[in-house]
Nanobody, 116 residues
Framework: QVQLVESGGGLVQPGGSLRLSCAAS????????MSWYRQAPGKERELVAT????????NYADSVKGRFTISRDNAKNTAYLQMNSLKPEDTAVYYC?????????WGQGTQVTVSS
């Protein structure tokens, strides 16, 4: 069955870094665009970054440009989100999503907390 499993979240101090991973199985990973979303308490889920299936295009929310980098390894069926210069406002549950046309799959999320 389809699975997206996020990992790499945790507690980090402001200015620190984390690398999130999203391991995919049960579908043709290389054919799907991958995205990272986040949802902070009391807020709506927001798009953080997207990478196309061919790795040729990436897009970022203005709030993370220059600090976060999305990447993927199609040989490992895994997407990544490198997060640097973390701020308290980056605290949220981070979700990965795979999408192709009208088909979308979501992971269960991983908590990222930025606090001193």
């Amino acid at each position: 069955q389809v699975q997206l499993v996020e990992s790499g979240g945790g507690l980090v101090q402001p200015g620190g870094s984390l690398r999130l991973s999203c391991a995919a199985s049960g579908f043709t990973f290389s054919s799907y665009a991958m995205s990272w979303y986040r949802q902070a308490p009391g807020k709506e889920r927001e798009l953080v970054a997207t990478i196309s299936s061919a790795e040729s295009t990436t897009n970022y929310a203005d709030s993370v440009k220059g600090r976060f980098t999305i990447s993927r390894d199609n040989a490992k069926n895994t997407a990544y989100l490198q997060m640097n210069s973390l701020k308290p406002e980056d605290t949220a549950v981070y979700y990965c999503k795979a999408r192709r046309a009208f088909i979308s799959y979501w992971g269960q999320g991983t908590q990222v907390t930025v606090s001193s």
